[in-house]
């Protein structure tokens, strides 16, 4: 694989019921981001991790938990999914924190929750 | 609060120069990120200005004023495959990224 891969890549989901989105790189960046783009809104930030054991939260981080065990992998849970958490999210990575770092963006996990 | 403001939807003719307007306001700034999304697919990145003035690459040119909060992005020279949502995104002083809702250009022939 080559840069960033996200499982899966799209998925309608019952409410109340527990999913986890996958994603995965390969380039060895240290920080990894989860956002949600929603139409007629700007990519909001979920939660973040700088490098391997450390996560952050974002703007909107409530209803979802991260984890960081390694440093290519960076699954985002939705623990009892709902309707409002219908979005497509993106998963993406950089080198590190520096601002001229770019972010690279994986293709998305269409997912809807009814 | 923070926020970003561009326009929802532009649209150019193939061929032409196009410029796509960006205001932000941001608690502290470290810099302006331009990134094109074509429908369906991930934003891919074009361009970082952290500076005043114009950075040109190719076809497209980001400008900056953080005086005035202000950036655009110029293409030039459209071609059909430019049609796409260009997302302006300002980093803040927690070096996150707070970003517009992106506009829509549409190209015609």
Redesign the interface.
């Known amino acids: 694989i080559a840069g960033i891969t996200q499982a899966p890549t799209s998925q309608i989901l019952a409410a109340g019921r527990r999913m986890t989105l996958r994603c995965t790189q390969d380039m060895r960046h240290n920080a990894m981001y989860w956002y949600r783009q929603d139409l007629g809104l700007g990519l909001r930030l979920i939660h973040y991790s700088n490098t391997a054991g450390t996560t952050g939260k974002g703007e909107v981080p409530d209803g979802y938990s991260v984890s960081r065990a390694n440093t290519d992998d960076f699954p985002l849970t939705l623990a009892s999914a709902v309707p409002s958490q219908t979005s497509v999210y993106f998963c993406a990575s950089s080198t590190g924190l520096a601002p001229s770092d770019t972010q690279y963006f994986g293709p998305g996990t269409r997912l809807t929750v009814l | 609060g923070q926020n ?1 403001d561009q326009p929802t939807e532009m649209t150019a003719t193939e061929g032409a120069i196009v410029q796509i307007n960006c205001t932000y306001q941001t608690s502290g700034f ?2 302006l990120f331009w990134y094109q999304q074509h429908a369906g ?5 074009l361009s ?1 200005n ?1 500076l005043d003035g114009l950075e040109e690459k190719g076809r497209f040119s980001s400008f900056l004023s953080r005086s005035k909060g202000y950036s655009y992005l110029l293409l030039k020279e459209l071609q059909m495959k430019d049609s796409a949502s260009y ?1 302006c ?1 300002a ?1 803040d002083s927690n ?8 506009t829509k250009l549409i190209i015609k022939p």
């Open positions: 970003i470290n810099g697919e991930a934003p891919t990145f970082y952290v997302l995104a980093m070096y996150q990224l707070i970003w517009g809702a992106g």
